[in-house]
T-cell receptor, first 110, second 116 residues
Framework: QKEVEQNSGPLSVPEGAIASLNCTYS??????FFWYRQYSGKSPELIMS????GDKEDGRFTAQLNKASQYVSLLIRDSQPSDSATYLC??????????FGKGTRLHILP | DGGITQSPKYLFRKEGQNVTLSCEQN?????MYWYRQDPGQGLRLIYY???????QKGDIAEGYSVSREKKESFPLTVTSAQKNPTAFYLC???????????????FGPGTRLTVL
């Protein structure tokens, strides 16, 4: 089992709709979870961090964490064409390393 | 203006040559990392350093070398022993346990290396 798994996509979402990105992880003791956005040809940019079960909202972004199910998600409300990118889920594991998923490509349809 | 800088942005290398990629940070971060990204492969960890004068191999260290003589700098050398070096190289740093940004890891803009 891979440490951090994401659906590679592409995920196509109409402009103005909610985009839902999902991630599962294998290390039960993980405590820190991150979402990065990466535009084509650019480096990853940290957009959300979450450490506790539940929801964390920042503008149009909401991160959701369920440690019992080892599941973390990112919701993007009112999706814009500028949200089209690859979204990387990352988890800090028991060895204090941050492990990245391979990313989900998101395409917002105008 | 705090951040992580990488140079050059683009680098072309002939086969058999060693090249060094620069990474500098002024965030006062203790830990620094080098990743390689290939299409469809995600991020793969090459080397990391949690403190000055100390570094550890990541998952794909063969053909690479690093040094950490200063807190601010973590250069990566791609040697001629690296069989397939063409990739996008990303440097990252992470804050100290004493600071508020310990958990969060930030990336530089990257260097795109092409072997001719």
């Amino acid at each position: 089992q891979k440490e951090v798994e994401q659906n590679s996509g592409p995920l196509s979402v109409p402009e103005g709709a909610i985009a839902s990105l999902n991630c599962t992880y294998s290390d039960r003791v993980s405590q820190s979870f991150f979402w990065y956005r990466q535009y084509s040809g650019k480096s990853p940019e940290l957009i959300m961090s979450i450490y506790s079960n539940g929801d964390k909202e920042d503008g149009r972004f909401t991160a959701q964490l369920n440690k019992a199910s080892q599941y973390v998600s990112l919701l993007i409300r009112d999706s814009q064409p500028s949200d089209s990118a690859t979204y990387l889920c990352a988890v800090r594991n028991r060895d204090d390393k941050i492990i990245f998923g391979k990313g989900t490509r998101l395409h917002i349809l105008p | 203006d705090g951040g992580i800088t990488q140079s050059p942005k683009y680098l072309f290398r002939k086969e058999g040559q060693n090249v060094t990629l620069s990474c500098e940070q002024n965030l006062n971060h203790d830990a620094m990392y080098w990743y390689r990204q290939d299409p469809g492969q995600g991020l793969r960890l090459i080397y990391y350093s949690q403190i000055v004068n100390d570094f550890q191999k990541g998952d794909i260290a063969e053909g690479y070398s690093v040094s950490r003589e200063k807190k601010e700098s973590f250069p990566l050398t791609v040697t001629s022993a690296q069989k397939n070096p063409t990739a996008f190289y990303l440097c990252a740093s992470r804050g100290s346990r004493q600071g508020g940004s310990y958990n969060e890891q930030f990336f530089g803009p990257g260097t795109r290396l092409t072997v001719l």
